[in-house]
């Protein structure tokens, strides 16, 4: 579908780089087999429909010191603990010229964001393209846990037809 916008809009070519999506799976798994060389040939992967490998390191736990011993291993917080309201945050919205209808807030809370399917724009503009939002993480965060990393790679993602 987005090859064919991009054909409609003139791009296909900077956008495909002139590969079919047949090409294109060969070449992302041609890639992911030189950082896992233990894949299988892309013709027995689709045979096979999956591949799965185990972290070697084992489960991850996330802050596991601070779990196991707060007091010994405080966050880098100010009160050493996970923080819900944010003082930094709070000072920062205090002090910060923000353009109109931006909001930092001290709390987690929802906000829209630009050019969202909320923003009046959207009725003038009906057609919104987005990019896909992988599964395993939000932006950076979580983008740094290897048992997320290990089990959910962004690199590659074949599905066999």
């Not at 894949?39 to 802050?63: C, S």
């Not at 906000?111 to 057609?127: A, C, I, R, V």
Request: proline share 8%; aromatic share 10%.
């Amino acid at each position: 579908m987005t090859s064919e916008l991009a054909k409609r809009l003139g791009v296909e070519q900077q956008f495909t780089e002139g590969r079919t999506q047949e090409e294109w799976m060969r070449h992302l798994y041609a890639q992911s087999r030189e950082a896992i060389p233990e894949l299988p040939t892309f013709e027995e992967f689709r045979k096979q429909g999956i591949f799965k490998k185990r972290d070697p390191q084992g489960h991850h736990v996330a802050y596991k010191a601070f779990r196991e011993d707060p007091q010994a291993n405080p966050l880098t917080t100010p009160s050493g603990k996970i923080e819900i309201y944010s003082q930094a945050l709070a000072d920062i919205a205090a002090t910060w010229e923000l353009p109109e209808g931006d909001v930092i807030d001290p709390l987690p809370i929802y906000t829209p964001g630009f050019e969202s399917y909320q923003d009046p724009l959207n009725k003038q503009y009906p057609l919104q393209l987005t990019g896909f939002h992988y599964k395993s993480r939000v932006h950076s965060t979580y983008g740094n846990v290897d048992v997320l990393k290990a089990a959910c790679r962004q690199e590659n993602v074949d599905q066999p037809a």
